[in-house]
């Protein structure tokens, strides 16, 4: 017995929504900063800034492949997820501070979607775990 659908399909849903959470700041950051115009003289190393702009665009990425694994109910989708957690945890980690330093409620969109779908994800194991299941064949 697996994971309901739509538990798993919600569980996609989040991904999807810090894939694009993601993707936005670290996408026109990196634009601007491979443009030229990016003006911050807090930063004075901008290619290790770049290249922490394009981890967060690798991490976008496969979070959305894990959404769609989990849309279609890969047999190893949930170990996918699970493995991709902490980086995703290590993403809303720097998200919060930029939410500190600018004040801007949209970058709460990437903890508060690592803190959902760590929720779902702790439901669907659950969900499939003996303990909860103990007469399933």
């Known amino acids: 017995m697996t994971s309901p659908l739509w538990l798993q399909r919600i569980l996609a849903g989040i991904d999807w ?61 949930l170990f996918f997820e699970t493995v991709l957690f902490p980086l995703k945890a290590y993403c809303a980690y720097f998200f919060m501070w930029d939410f500190g330093m600018s004040n801007n409620p949209l970058f709460l ?15 669907c194991w659950l969900r499939q775990s003996e303990l909860l299941n103990p007469l399933r064949d």
């Open 109 to 123: 969109a990437v903890p508060v979607s690592v803190l959902l779908g760590l929720g779902f994800l702790i439901g």
């Open 17 to 77: 929504i810090f894939a694009a959470s993601v993707t936005l700041p670290c996408g026109s950051t990196l634009y601007l900063i491979l443009a030229g115009k990016f003006n911050n003289y807090w930063i004075a190393d901008k290619a290790s800034f770049a290249r922490l702009q394009e981890l967060g665009l690798i991490l976008a990425f496969l979070a959305f492949v894990a959404g769609v694994s989990l849309w279609f109910q890969f047999r190893h989708s």
